[in-house]
């Protein structure tokens, strides 16, 4: 049994245990299973059935009629009203979306965390009551209390049943809750002034005005739920020109398309090698979708891209839907849309709830619209960076060219006189290179330059820089390297390249060739970069080339 189950096991219960023990306490008076009791309780599972979906969160007004029952009943009366009108609201709306069985635990984690909140407000009210405080302050500090805790076991809940929780997310979920109480609690207070003066019947009319603010602000929630769809469309459509970083792109469509349907997951999928990759996901259970892999066609996302159309489908009822590890295991709907650009794949977009017939038409519509501005954006931004690698990098060996590598030698040494710390260059020549041209010809040349620069690559650090400095040399500056550090790794290569065969001739003999490096660092060698070059490359011909040719030689033991 996980965290979430023992959570969700112990909220029942303490919440459970609190009401029979008030109960037992403080007793429930019959006289108050009434048409009247009855008519409040109608009254809190409607409010309850009637609650308002905003992105993946769900808004109740069902406060207003906890106040009003509290002054009218009492605590304990409402209390176990508020239990009922959770249990049978709850009951009902799993039972139609067919949940009820995988998720009867949460019905009473439900009722439990309710009853917590409900104590744990009238709790404070009774203490600074007693304590002599005003009426207005009591109240106010019992219903923040309330709300305060109601969202803490939700959000706790959330964070134990999802591994990437996020705060932000939920922040805004607690401020569109807090917003509820804006209406209910007037409405409250409303009810239970007419009780006072004209009695219960007129204080039903309490609740005319009541259920118009709560209409009303379903408009409104309605009216920000757009807001934020167009929000969403125009921050994708002015990222077309805003910026060209591909990490920083990602970051809004993903962000954007969170705000244009109500999810539980949310997948950003780019098309890479054949295959769609995850590459930002919200809501999963656990890290495993990252390695998860969709060919081109393959289920409901793999098909948008064939159909070249947004998808909306019933999780459980459609044989298409894979198995996504990390999926929560009530999911019931699924909404893709493919993200293409001038016929180019570049990605798609999927959402999941696990309320039924969750996303709609015009869901669907606007989510597609975004992911046509974001394939757009991603695509110019991939292409940005691109020609942006292609300046930096020699055509033929794919390694880092002249110009990149003496502005990175530049930004070394500056970074060195501003922080202080060394790193060290290593310039490598392969030997006889002429000749062998001459001898082989310029395509075995070629081939001998690109798998020299795959040796170099494989013989080096992750965070060292390897560039073609010019014809058959190369480079590799070391960061946080000493010169005897440099030494060893520069001789490490000359091993493999001599051990390494590069090609055959015609007859089948075997070629190999060797290489000459000379090594210098800075500060120790040189605090310029022109100086730095010059002594490597002194290195390299005055003392490897001069003494002979396949070795290495440190600039500080050149004598």
């Keep these: ?3 979430r189950s023992y959570y969700i096991k112990i909220v029942a219960i303490l919440g459970f245990g609190l009401l029979l023990l008030s109960v037992k306490l403080f007793g429930f008076p019959p006289e108050y299973l009434s048409w009247k ?3 409040f309780l109608l009254y809190m599972i409607l409010s309850e059935l009637t609650s308002i979906q905003v992105n993946n969160t769900r808004l109740s007004m069902e406060f207003g009629f906890v106040y009003a029952a509290s002054y009218i009943f009492g605590f304990v009366p409402t209390a176990v009203m508020k239990a009922l009108s959770t249990f049978l609201s709850q009951l009902y709306i799993k039972s139609m979306d067919g949940s009820l ?3 009867l635990d949460r019905v009473f984690f439900n009722v439990g965390q309710y009853m917590i909140s409900f104590f744990g407000g009238a709790g404070i009210y009774l203490v600074l009551k ?9 109240q106010g500090l019992a219903i ?6 109601n969202n803490l076991f939700i959000e706790l ?3 134990l049943d999802t591994e990437n929780y996020v705060f932000r997310q939920s922040f805004n979920a607690a401020k569109a809750d807090l917003s509820t109480y804006i209406i209910s609690v007037p409405g409250g207070l409303l009810t239970v002034g007419l009780y006072s003066y004209f009695g219960f019947f007129v204080s039903l009319l309490g609740f005319i005005p009541y259920f118009l603010l709560a209409y009303i602000y379903k408009l409104y929630m309605t009216l920000v739920t757009t807001n934020k769809e167009l929000t969403a469309l125009y921050d994708v459509a002015a990222t077309l020109t805003s910026t060209l970083n591909t990490s920083e792109v990602l970051k809004i469509v993903f962000d954007s398309a969170k705000n244009v349907a109500p999810w539980d997951t949310i997948c950003l999928f780019l098309y890479q090698q054949g295959f769609l990759v995850p590459v930002m996901f919200e809501g999963f259970s656990s890290d495993s979708i990252k390695g998860f892999r969709i060919k081109l066609g393959e289920g409901i996302t793999g098909g948008t891209l064939v159909n070249r159309k947004g998808i909306i489908a019933s999780f459980k009822k459609d044989s298409r839907c894979l198995q996504v590890p990390g999926l929560p295991s009530d999911t019931k709907t699924i909404m893709s849309v493919p993200m ?4 180019d794949i570049v990605g798609a977009i999927t959402v999941t709830s696990n309320r039924k017939d969750a996303y709609n038409s015009k869901n669907l519509k606007i989510m597609s619209i975004l992911a046509n501005q974001a394939a757009v954006a991603i695509s110019n931004a991939q292409l940005f960076d691109r020609t942006s690698q292609l300046a930096v990098t020699d055509g033929l060996t794919g390694l880092y060219n002249h110009r990149y590598i003496f502005n990175k030698l530049e930004y070394m040494v500056d970074q060195v006189k501003k922080y ?3 790193f060290s260059l290593i310039i490598i020549d392969i030997d006889h290179f002429k000749s062998f041209n001459d001898n082989y010809g310029h395509l075995v040349g070629d081939n001998v330059l690109k798998k020299l620069a795959e040796i170099l690559k494989q013989n080096v650090r992750s965070n060292d820089i390897v560039g073609r400095y010019g014809g058959e040399e190369f480079a590799i500056i070391l960061p946080d390297t000493s010169g005897s550090e440099a030494y060893a790794i520069a001789e490490r290569i000359r091993k493999a390249v001599e051990g390494t065969e590069f090609a055959r001739t015609e007859k089948g003999q075997k070629i190999f060739i060797t290489i000459s490096a000379g090594v210098a660092s800075c500060p120790d060698d040189a605090i310029t970069v022109k100086d730095l070059v010059r002594k490597a490359d002194h290195a390299l011909l005055f003392g490897a080339k001069k003494k002979g040719r396949n070795r290495v030689v440190q600039f500080d033991k050149l004598r």
């Design 37 to 39: 009791y009855l008519i």
């Design 101 to 103: 069985k995988r998720e």
């Design 157 to 159: 809940f959330l964070a």
């Design 144 to 149: 923040f209390t309330y709300f305060l805790l």
């Design 130 to 138: 007693k304590s002599g405080f005003s009426e207005v302050l009591a």
């Design 420 to 422: 202080g710390g060394t």
């Design 1 to 3: 049994m996980g965290a």
């Design 340 to 343: 293409i650009n001038n016929n």
